[in-house]
């Protein structure tokens, strides 16, 4: 699988738009990018995905690089709901098995 | 709620004892996946069941752990000989093989601390 990386944290004011990047420089054609949160004592929550088209639904919206070696995940107005740590997945969706998590990012909304 | 349960949320056993662990996935999920969790880092795999086969198994699964899904439909993890090192967030999650976004639903988690 390939790797990601991101930043250890980030902090946004509540209402604004939150911008969390992802760098996958060593993705492979097949490997989609998922994006999942978790929430304090909660388990992960998928978000979204895409291949290589930006993406957007009611949570949120994806934005890949022509290339695909990063992507950034836009959380348009966050809530202090939105608190939470990120995961940046690059998954091979025809092999349709386990995640490899990394350690995230994890997001304060500040009020 | 997702729709995946998992049972208890919290499991407090001293070291030296088994432990099992209850799942239920989404009833029209073919796919059940065990993950667990320690402080500050990301869920780590365990293993995977597509109806009542295991068909993967991480490193991470010594032989004091055990999984099953004998009807395909809940799960069941014991740990047997439970020690420190095992005090975690044991995660579960379910799919649909082939779904359309691939995503996988997970359970609130159990908890589980050894004394």
């Known amino acids: 699988d390939a790797k990601t990386t991101q930043p250890t944290s980030m902090d946004c004011a509540e209402g604004r738009a939150a911008n969390l990047p992802c760098n996958h420089s060593t993705i492979s054609g097949n490997e989609y990018v998922y994006w999942y949160r978790q929430i304090h004592s909660q388990g992960p929550q998928y978000i979204i995905h895409g291949l290589k088209n930006n993406e957007t639904n009611e949570m949120a919206s994806l934005i890949i690089t022509e290339d695909r070696k990063s992507s950034t995940l836009i959380l348009p107005h966050a809530t202090l709901r939105d608190t939470a740590v990120y995961y940046c997945?690059?998954?091979?969706?025809?092999?349709?098995?386990?995640?490899?998590f990394g350690k995230g990012t994890r997001l304060h909304i500040l009020p | 709620d997702t729709g995946v349960s998992q049972n208890p949320r919290h499991k407090i056993t001293k070291r030296g004892q088994n432990v099992t662990f209850r799942c239920d996935p989404i009833s029209e999920h073919n796919r059940l996946y065990w993950y667990r969790q320690t402080l500050g880092q990301g869920p780590e795999f365990l293993t995977y069941?597509?109806?009542?086969?295991?068909?993967?198994k991480s490193r991470l699964l010594s032989d004091r752990f055990s999984a099953e899904r004998p009807k395909g439909s809940f799960s069941t993890l014991e740990i047997q000989r439970t020690e420190q090192g095992d005090s975690a967030m044991y995660l579960c999650?379910?799919?649909?093989?082939?779904?359309?976004?691939?995503?996988?639903?997970f359970g609130p988690g159990t908890r589980l601390t050894v004394l």
């Open positions: 997945i690059a998954q091979d969706m025809n092999r349709d098995d386990k995640i490899i």
């Open positions: 999650a379910s799919s649909l093989a082939g779904g359309r976004d691939n995503e996988q639903f």
């Open positions: 069941f597509q109806n009542e086969a295991q068909l993967e």
